[in-house]
Every structure is written in C-alpha cells, then in structure tokens.
T-cell receptor, first 109, second 118 residues
C-alpha cells in the first residue's frame, strides 16, 4: 500500500461543477502539499497545509490531521482547471516529499 | 512568488552522450534543491537531495555515477546524465527550498526538462 493515496484517479466533470479530490496518508507528516501539473509538465504549488483550511480564489484545501486526510475542492470549475492534481506529504522532520499518484481532472465545456 | 527555472526545457541527445540540466532559483537563495524524475502517466520520484556546498544524497536505486549532481551556489544546481541511454528518457523536475522563507517546508518547482535519448 502506498503511503499516499489519492482518489479518484480520474475525474471528468462539466464546467461549473464542484470538484473534490481526496488524499489519504498513512504516516506522520509535518506538512501536506497540493500541486497542479498541466499537460506541458510544469508543476505549480497550490497549497501547503499543516492544519485547518486554506482558500485561494476558487480553490479550497482542508486537512484533518487526526484522520490523516486532506481534500482539494474546486468551485465553479472551468476547462482551464483541467490538469493532474498531486498530493504530496512531508514526512516528520524530513525535507523530501512523498507523492500520491495524482488525479487527472478533465473539465468539459 | 518564488521562481525556479530549468534549462533546457527540452533536449534530444544520442545514446552514449552526456546531458546537463540546470536548475536556478531566480529570486531567492536555495540551500536545498531536489531532483525528481517522472515517467509517462506516473508520479514524481525523488532522485536526490542536493545541499549547497556538499555532496548530494541519492535515493535508493539511483546511480550516483550516472546522475551527477552539483550544487555549487545558493541559486544553481545541475544534474548531468552521463552516458545517456534510451531508458533515461524522462521528464526531469527540480524543486528548491527557500533558505530564508517563512516556512521551512515550502518548495518551489521548476518547469521541468524533457529528455529524449535516441
């Protein structure tokens, strides 16, 4: 079993829908990152969380440390949100990240 | 926000040759840089952690003599793929930690370099 599991692996939705991507992890962490990777390959860091909730524009990220679970929400989704969303955790005091397998999101107009 | 650049963005080389990829932090100093490799439809895999002025720490299974990493300054790390083979064709991504950032956990990713070995 991977240390970081994302669901779903693939998600297709219509423009305007509310999107939720989930991330569960099985180890103690110091921080959790949500990343976005577009088809060209470049990666953008969306959020870094160690507790609670963060919001940036239409994106919301939450984390429940006790349940070892995080969610990424996209409100009023748009075709330009189509990308792979990756959850990554920072283990304890370590510097390196452990990545989930990614969720491929497709938003149709 | 902090910017990390990589050069080149794409490179095609012949089997047996060496290729150097640069990773630069443009507006901050990075004591630590990370090199990742990503095969198609797979997630990122950490290859090595590079600390300025010291030897890189390689992950298990990564050949340090094949993937040479140099982190000679606080803004530049290089990855050299030596004697490249077609199986080294992949997408290589670096990330950098801001040495003086408000969060010791924040990492900034470069745009990646697509290497094709023919």
């Amino acid at each position: 079993k991977n240390e970081v599991e994302q669901s779903p692996q693939n998600l297709t939705a219509q423009e305007g829908e509310f999107i939720t991507i989930n991330c569960s992890y099985s180890v103690g962490i110091s921080a959790l990152h949500w990343l976005q990777q577009h088809p060209g390959g470049g990666i953008v860091s969306l959020f870094m969380l160690s507790s609670g909730k963060k919001k940036h524009g239409r994106l919301i990220a939450t984390i429940n440390i006790q349940e070892k679970h995080s969610s990424l929400h996209i409100t009023a989704s748009h075709p330009r949100d189509s990308a792979v969303y990756i959850c990554a955790v920072q283990l304890g005091g370590a510097q390196k990240l452990v990545f989930g397998q990614g969720t491929r999101l497709t938003i149709n107009p | 926000g902090a910017v990390v650049s990589q050069h080149p963005s794409r490179v095609i080389c012949k089997s047996g040759t060496s290729v150097k990829i640069e990773c630069r932090s443009l507006d901050f100093q990075a004591t630590t840089m990370f090199w990742y490799r990503q095969f198609p439809k797979q997630s990122l895999m950490l290859m090595a952690t590079s600390n300025e002025g010291s030897k890189a720490t390689y992950e298990q299974g990564v050949e340090k003599d094949k993937f040479l990493i140099n982190h000679a300054s606080l803004t530049l790390s290089t990855l050299t793929v030596t004697s490249a083979h077609p199986e080294d064709s992949s997408f290589y991504i670096c990330s950098a930690r801001d040495a003086e950032g408000w969060s010791s956990y924040e990492q900034y990713f470069g745009p990646g370099t697509r290497l094709t070995v023919t």
